[in-house]
């Protein structure tokens, strides 16, 4: 099976435009499996709500789902972006995962990051893993990296590969997903964004180095800090089944649940 990401910079606010270089990127790509950063198509750096509700769509209901679905068609693959998700009153942000015959999964963000707080409603989808061509996938989204708890849950309901699209600005995740990945026995696949973003006296820059990591925490693929890049790779997701790390170690049979704190 084929996974890979989408490392690029979006203009802020130009959806369509978003879409033209993404499409642009993909021409001659083939996977199974594509992450594409979180808030791909809208930016992040949002001014009031007002703003982001202008840019928010319905699951399964607005133009990022359509583009997602015809690239999904398109490409025979599964595509996993984030995007601004309108129900009612509320804002998630949201990541959806696309299959090629338009079914989709939705996952909105747990743990919200910053400013992130003021506009977006915390998630409330569980942590529950989805299947494409006999695989268990996991999503989740950016800010989830520094709970470890996100991918042990995803991990010990069946997930193989945890999908993850970001805007990651501090510079840990890259390499703290490392751990998420032996510890748990499971392929990640983090796509990030890069560039810059301000408003008044705000100003972001986004980190890059999408990463793949392997269940024995192998890098399988790294972009660079500042470059739009796709990367592909195959990976064996029968891998993530086994959750022997000694002949005497199993990581989840081994754990002590009752001497944790909960
Ligand atoms: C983040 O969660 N976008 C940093």
Known sequence: MKVGFVQYNPVFGDVDENFFKIEKMLKDISTDVLVIPELFATGYLFENKAQLL??????????????????????????????????G??????????KPDGTFHIYRKLHLFNREKIFFKPGNTELNPFEFRGVKFGMLICFDWIFPESYRTLA???????????????????????????????FIVIANRIGEEKMENISLRFTGESIIYSPEGEILARA????????VVEINPEKALDKWITERNHIFDDRRPEFYER
């Open 89 to 98: 009153e509320d804002i998630f942000n949201s990541a959806i995962a696309v």
């Open 156 to 186: 010990m309901r069946g997930a193989q590969v945890i999908l993850q699209p970001t805007n990651l600005v501090l510079p840990y995740c890259q390499k703290a997903s490392f751990a998420r990945a032996i510890e748990n026995r499971v």
């Open 54 to 87: 202008s840019l928010s769509e319905p699951a399964g209901g607005g133009k990022t789902y359509e583009f997602l679905k015809n690239l999904s068609k398109k490409m025979d693959a599964l595509i996993i972006g984030g995007f601004p998700e309108k129900d």
């Open 224 to 231: 660079s800090e500042n470059e739009e890049e796709v990367a």
